[in-house]
């Protein structure tokens, strides 16, 4: 399974149907495409374009929907690169995935901005590539993540490497802060942020091995539960 997916909607190289089909190849269960929402950082998804999008993924999903899930997410830049204050409702999106949360360096906006923006939208969010070991070095483990429990909003482990220390993934930098996911009812997803590598798809075993190393099997179980409620 692979959540966090890049297309020709935005800065991917393949169509959404290329990566269907390799990822059926693969024999992988479950995808989704997870395109960036309107943002000034790369090329991506002007609001209305969004019903298209959707559309577009809607009709892959009734042809192939034997063989694949398909879920249709999008990243949202949670900096001034977006224009926060006039977000659609995402009514037609299954989650949201957000970067660069209080991560100064890509001058995110903080986490307290996200939890009002979660009482305006009544989806899945989840905090994409989180460097949270850095991110929140400031904060009491316990708080964060009772306030992610509270305001049901979930994790990423992210493969990719671009977010990686010392070819270590960021999810790894942070084991206290997974030790203790594990007891709470915090979603937990999975993804290779793929943009032009078709191998990418499949790049996802070490957050796989991480999930049973860190006993996270219910988080992620939680994720599925929640998108397939969302399911437009
Ligand atoms: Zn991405």
Redesign the pocket.
Known sequence: MNF?I?STWSDGTYTPEIIVKEAIKRKIDKIAI?D?YATTKTTSLPPKYIKMYVEDLKALRKKYGKEIDIYIGL?IDFSPRTDIDNLPDFSDVDFL?F?YVQDEFWEGYPLWMLLNLRKEIDKPFIL??NEISRNFKDSDIVSLVRVLEADNIGIELNT?FNYRKFEIPYYRLAPQFFRLISEYKVPVSV?S?M?DDLNDLANVEDAFSFIQEMHLEDNFKLFLKEVEKYEG
């Open positions: 966090h890049h997870t960036h990243e995935l970067e994409a590539h990719n993804g942020d943009h």
